[in-house]
């Protein structure tokens, strides 16, 4: 077990909780301080408002990630401030005498014991009664593939231009056979493919990018269907069909229990999230919007993406947020690049100088480590073609004619606008306008992606973020 002030406040319900706590500790209200041998358990007497003083322990000894907590005190929040306050008292290293544990620590962990017994067996029966769905599930998946390798086959035997000769039918039908067949990522690519293939034959487009397109949709199919393949196999002769994998794992149909989630560590508490960039595209093939929001997260110091799809028939729209929201339970996608969160409930605040001074510390010092770790991201065809960066400033302006970010230490990198995105989407363009351009000790959020034209990695800014608040470019 350990502790620190960031776990202390990532279990608090609130910043404010976890003052009162801290507050606590500092007058010296808790006495009879005690805890077990093990240092798994902790419990105390506090000082309150009440006339007896309230009972508070914490207690370690069934989970080292998830302690159990009491206090006799009326709060409703849990933990409250009391034991948020014995939480500093271990964590400013104070004494506690060794002692036998009191009857109503007892009485928390058998609670916590017999809760955390009845989620199991939960779980257990949901994997049982799955277990022969996923079989016929994992079936279906692999004779799907089969028609897919067969598609690049007889596309391998032809060449590229022979995508143009196969009927459209063909690649309707083996959209809706891979959507039958849980193949939800290939059936996507093969509705871009047909997409990109009907552009490619409309006049006044530039064919080439077309063409470059339609490689890159085939390249990212092929990766699909021989590492499908690999996964699939595994997880039907061992009979589990687990998250290893977790970009594959979507693409196959996976959806994400939150129990699970939970059960494995993927998921934040009290998150506090700033947005820093908001955009929509319309994704032809899938007839549908796509509403993505790129956000700090400031308890863990990292950024996620939100990712909403809409159909063009109409639904609940997201919108651009320019407030800060804390989220008491944020679930993410188990990734170790930029993940996907979503989040039930959440509460907004204005946002602060503390806030956006938080945001400016998480940005990168060094251009070159961000595009080392953007190479080792953009290398996998299954990945989105672009990877979110926060990058301090230099300074900004031309080289050659090309708008150019300059870190500290003059790393440069291209400041682009990826092709097909329109003017509506034309960013860098707008910061080269801006009346207030970015100053030194300023940092720019955008996109890092690899030109097709050049090879050059290159970012396409979205927002800039200076002490005074967040200028978004886009939204």
């Known amino acids: 077990m350990q502790i620190s002030e960031q776990w202390i406040l990532s279990r608090a319900p609130g910043q404010a909780a976890a003052e009162s706590g801290r507050t ?14 093990d240092d798994k358990t902790y419990w105390a007497e506090c000082t309150g408002s009440a006339r007896n003083p309230y009972y508070v322990s914490v207690d370690w000894s069934l989970s080292d990630t998830e302690p159990a907590f009491s206090c006799s005190c009326p709060e409703k929040q849990s933990p409250c401030k009391h ?4 939480m500093y008292e271990v964590l400013a290293g104070k004494h506690f005498k060794v002692g036998e544990t009191p009857p109503y620590v007892w009485r928390m962990r058998s609670r916590q014991e017999a809760e955390m017994a009845k989620t199991e067996a939960r779980l257990e029966r949901v994997r049982r009664q799955s277990t022969a769905m996923r079989e016929k599930k994992l079936e279906r998946q692999l004779d799907g593939l089969e028609k897919v390798e067969k598609m690049m086959s007889e596309l391998l035997r032809g060449g590229l231009g022979s995508i143009s000769e196969l009927p459209a039918q063909s690649l309707e039908r083996l959209s809706v056979e891979l959507g039958n067949s849980d193949l939800l990522g290939a059936r996507d690519t093969v509705e871009a493919i047909a997409a990109c293939e009907r552009r490619c034959r409309q006049e006044g487009l530039d064919v080439k990018q077309c063409r470059a397109e339609l490689l890159r949709l085939l390249c990212s199919l092929h990766a699909f ?34 129990d699970e989630l939970r059960e494995v560590g993927m ?15 319309y994704d032809e093939a899938r007839r549908a919007h796509i509403e993505r929001g790129f956000w700090a997260e400031l308890t863990h110091g990292d950024f996620v993406y939100t990712l909403n799809t809409r159909s063009a028939k109409g639904g609940a729209a997201e919108d651009s947020c320019f407030s800060a929201l804390d989220v008491p339970l944020l679930y993410e996608t188990p990734s170790a690049a930029c993940p996907r969160v979503w989040w039930d409930d959440d509460s907004a605040s204005e946002l602060t100088d503390d806030d956006i001074g938080a945001v400016l510390k998480l940005a990168s010092e060094h251009i070159a480590d961000v595009v080392k770790y953007a190479a080792a991201q953009l290398g996998d065809p299954l990945l989105p073609g672009s990877v979110p960066a926060l990058v301090r400033v230099g300074r900004v302006g031309y080289v050659e004619d090309t708008l150019t970010l300059e870190d ?13 995105g329109g ?17 030194e000790g300023d940092a720019l959020f955008g996109l890092v992606y690899c030109d097709e034209d050049d090879g050059r990695y290159c970012l396409q800014p979205y927002s800039v973020i200076r002490k005074s608040g967040i200028t978004r470019l886009q939204f």
Request: net charge positive; proline share 3%; glycine share 8%.
């Open 423 to 439: 003017a509506g989407r034309a960013s860098a363009l707008r910061l080269s306008v801006l009346s207030r351009p970015p100053a």
């Open 408 to 420: 500290c230490t003059q790393g440069r990198i291209a400041l682009r606008d990826r092709r097909g």
């Open 225 to 258: 269907t021989e590492r499908s393949r690999s996964f699939l196999s595994d997880q039907l002769t061992s009979g589990r069909y687990a998250m290893e994998e977790p970009v594959l794992y979507e693409q196959l149909g996976g959806e994400w229990d939150e």
């Open 24 to 37: 606590l500790s500092e007058e010296g209200c808790f006495f009879a301080r005690m805890k077990t041998e």
């Open 267 to 281: 998921c934040r508490r009290n998150a506090k999230l700033i947005q820093l960039s908001f955009d929509v595209t």
């Open 83 to 86: 034991v948020l306050g014995l």
